[in-house]
């Protein structure tokens, strides 16, 4: 496959898990797509650059609002059940231990998964919040449910692992 570097969403929440739970120092962090093949990759990039200019430029966001989606329509119960999301993780410790973590999530992440992630974050905090010792102030998933919230998702279908 092809991996592309990618400016990701989740470089903010990593950054602030590690300043409240101190990780490491010296933590780096980046996110990356892999895409199946080279064409795989340029159509991403093509549909993604076809967006930005939709968003900006009115012709453009006319034809989008003709073509996309309507609000309310989202993808079909096929192409649902097609969906997953795989998140591999890769580090290196300070004395060059390595580890990789792997979490795999069986359906779609943008409707299904998202939904069922909301859920079991607030039945950790509502039956779960004797074990969660965060106070005050602004907290990750990880920082504040931790391991509560991972059993929950694996209950649920999710997969995780480390080597």
């Not at 962090?29 to 009115?58: K, W």
């Not at 079909?76 to 792997?102: C, H, N, Q």
């Not at 004797?130 to 391991?147: D, F, L, Y």
Request: proline fraction near 6%; hydrophobic fraction near 45%; aromatic fraction near 10%.
């Amino acid at each position: 496959g092809i991996n592309a570097e990618y400016m990701g969403v989740m470089a903010n929440c990593v950054r602030r898990s590690n300043a409240v739970l101190n990780y490491s120092a010296n933590l780096v962090y980046r996110e990356s797509l892999v895409y199946p093949g080279f064409m795989a990759a340029v159509v991403n990039i093509v549909d993604m650059l076809f967006l930005g200019v939709g968003l900006f430029f009115p012709p453009m966001k006319w034809l989008l609002r003709k073509i996309l989606p309507t609000p309310g329509q989202g993808p079909s119960e096929a192409s649902m059940d097609r969906g997953f999301l795989k998140v591999t993780g890769y580090g290196i410790g300070d004395k060059g231990t390595k580890a990789t973590a792997m979490i795999f999530f069986p359906t779609d992440p943008g409707y299904r998964d998202t939904a069922r992630m909301i859920v079991e974050s607030a039945l950790a905090l509502a039956l779960d919040s004797e074990k969660i010792s965060a106070g005050g102030g602004v907290w990750t998933p990880a920082s504040c449910q931790g391991m509560q919230l991972l059993s929950r998702l694996e209950a649920t279908g999710t997969s995780y692992h480390v080597e």
